[in-house]
């Protein structure tokens, strides 16, 4: 006798009837579309979830990278003849050559750094200011050149520039004035006395980052070393580099080229315990919503018993006509599996869709709750990003047909394991 080859055309004849099949006919259609509502439903969420935390890191990865060093270079104190110790970098033209010649930096920039308090418009806040060649400041990605801006950069020798946050909470516009107070200013035979000096907004940037925007001043370089006290000092070098995802490897030839006196300070430094938080939140993620979609699985498998059950009778004739136990166990197979895949496939096009509209679709539910859903200053960024990634979704569809096919053989192999016998003596 002829074997018939596995998932022969009359088998998946039998499973398409028996799906369509309805309540009266012995079928359980009810079943088949809670089944597959919810294997789509686990799906989407679980590609929606895993979207949102990729595009959440990427967007605070690319603000960290766009508007900090990669790596900030520091020094120890020296002393002077008068025994006060002053830190930062006397030489600090030639340790930026030095770094920049490192392969692999693209930029190795001086810095002036200090806190001050910004006063404009009856309103006061704390600032931090960094002093900066305008050459350099347009190599910023997030803050110079092609950065979201009001103001005319090639105006910075003539006034500052500052974060969009900071001139929304003090009413400042491009050509605006505002005073900066500096504690550490003159000092005279009474102490030290504030300073305050004022200067023109030429610049506004957007960086991005709520705690960027809010709190950053950008100064001319000299006019920095001259209200800190710096005169022929910087406090730091700014450096960046080609590949900031390989800053470890950069490490070693910026510290050897800075000198003995140098120390760094790199962005997976700063930022690394977050990061780390990503990662281990995207992992709970992960397990929480794989164990949607097991459960959302698990109804298939009570959608099959019941249709095994209900075909008994049909299960014994097609014995009797000579149907293999294979036979028999991959018609429920593709029973079961065919409702796993067509709700993949459903989810994976919502989670796609959700992703790729996600800010219309965010626009709406915040109009709905009336506003205030997404607070930049909790989470740093503006707005909710989403980044489909092809491993990502496999994954989601790796996870759901899996979990769909494995718990589909059981129930397919007790239909398969029933005795003709039995399955007809009391029709």
């Not at 080859?5 to 809670?34: C, D, H, N, Q």
């Not at 050149?145 to 500052?160: M, N, P, S, V, Y």
């Not at 166990?329 to 989810?347: D, K, Q, W, Y």
Request: hydrophobic letters at 50%; one cysteine or more; aromatic letters at 10%.
């Amino acid at each position: 006798m002829a074997q018939t080859p596995p998932f022969a055309g009359f088998e998946w004849m039998i499973a398409w009837r028996y799906l369509r099949a309805k309540r009266a006919e012995g079928g359980v259609s009810v079943m088949t579309w809670i089944s597959l509502i919810g294997i789509t439903l686990a799906v989407f969420a679980l590609i929606a979830t895993l979207a949102v935390r990729a595009g959440f890191r990427a967007e605070f990865v690319d603000t960290i990278l766009g508007a900090n060093a990669h790596v900030t270079v520091y020094a120890s104190g020296d002393v002077d003849a008068t025994g006060r110790v002053e830190r930062g970098f006397g030489d600090y033209d030639a340790v930026a050559t030095r770094i920049a010649a490192v392969p692999g930096v693209t930029r190795a920039a001086p810095l002036v750094k200090g806190q001050v308090m910004a006063t404009a418009n009856g309103v006061n806040m704390g600032a931090e200011v960094f002093g900066i060649r305008a050459a350099d400041l347009r190599t910023i990605p997030r803050i110079g050149e092609g950065a979201q801006h009001e103001g005319d950069l090639a105006r910075f020798d003539e006034g500052i520039a500052i974060g969009a946050g900071l001139a929304r909470e003090m009413n400042l516009m491009v050509g605006d004035r505002v005073r900066l107070i500096s504690p550490d200013g003159v000092k005279t035979a009474f102490g030290t006395s504030p300073r305050v000096n004022a200067y023109e907004v030429v610049y506004i940037f957007t960086a991005g980052r709520y705690d960027i925007d809010r709190t950053r001043v950008y100064l001319p370089f000299t006019e920095a070393q001259s209200y800190f006290n710096r005169e022929g000092r910087a406090d730091e070098i700014e450096v960046m580099v080609q590949d900031p995802e390989q800053i470890e490897a950069y490490e070693l030839p910026v510290m050897q080229a800075a000198g003995d006196r140098a120390m760094i300070w790199t962005w997976r430094d700063s930022a690394g315990a977050f990061l780390r938080a990503l990662t281990i939140e995207d992992n709970v993620m992960f397990i929480i919503l794989s164990i949607l979609v097991l459960i959302a699985a698990m109804n298939i498998v009570s959608g099959l018993i019941m249709l095994v059950k209900n075909k008994g009778r049909d299960i014994g004739i097609l014995r009797t006509m000579g149907l293999t136990e294979g036979a028999i166990l991959r018609v429920f197979f593709i029973c079961g599996a065919s409702t796993g895949l067509i709700g993949t496939l459903l989810g994976v096009g919502l989670g796609c869709l959700f992703a790729l509209y996600i800010d219309p679709i965010f626009s709406f539910v915040n109009y709905v709750s009336g506003g205030g859903v997404w607070d930049p200053s909790v989470r740093g960024i503006y707005e909710l990003p989403a980044k489909l990634q092809a491993g990502d979704v496999l994954s989601a569809v790796g996870l759901s047909l899996g979990l769909s096919f494995v718990v589909t053989i059981f129930p397919a192999r007790r239909a398969a394991r029933m005795n003709p016998v039995e399955a007809l003596r009391y029709e």
